[in-house]
């Protein structure tokens, strides 16, 4: 785990499963760097981020309250609206609970897996929300990086405005 800012103070919490522990330090100092994040000491940013368990499920003709029916004795604590789908959010070992009451439900889940969850978000705007999408990305591309989670918040009027240049 490695842990940096991006654009606007947000706060990243970056994993890796490698083979080389001195390469990857270096790959994802290189690119935290050339992309306008600072590399943060150990626990810098760790204790805003909570292990949860995330289920993410596509919304087609289901409500909110439709989710929550079937996941709220299994140990969901919170169901999200994330556009075009919902994710429930639960203690990582609530997990198979969650997932067993989808299907009891007949609802279809498109991933599950145990990930952090950022306890206060940082809302970005257009120039800051540039140059954090264009991070994240070189992150994501680093072979050793499985996974990155972010604090940053990107409205749909911003996403729209990065998607229009």
Excluded: H, W
């Excluded at 994993?15 to 150990?42: H, I, W, Y």
């Excluded at 257009?126 to 999408?133: D, E, G, P």
């Amino acid at each position: 785990m490695y842990e940096g800012y991006g654009p606007q103070g947000t706060a990243l919490l970056i994993e890796c499963l490698t083979d080389n522990k001195n390469r990857a330090a270096s790959e994802v100092r290189l690119a935290v760097g050339r992309n306008g994040g600072n590399m943060g000491d150990p626990g810098s940013v760790a204790y805003m981020f909570t292990r949860k368990g995330i289920v993410s499920l596509p919304k087609k003709e289901l409500t909110e309250d439709d989710v929550l029916m079937a996941v709220l004795e299994a140990g969901a604590e919170e169901v999200k609206d994330d556009g075009d789908s919902f994710e429930v959010i639960s203690d990582p070992q609530d997990l198979p609970a969650i997932r067993a009451a989808l299907t009891d439900a007949g609802i279809d889940y498109d991933t599950d897996e145990a990930g952090f969850v950022p306890s206060m978000q940082v809302e970005l705007d257009v120039a800051n929300a540039r140059k954090f999408v264009k991070l994240f990305d070189a992150l994501e591309d680093l072979d050793d990086v499985q996974n990155v989670y972010a604090n940053a918040d990107i409205s749909a009027d911003v996403m729209a405005q990065l998607e229009d240049d």
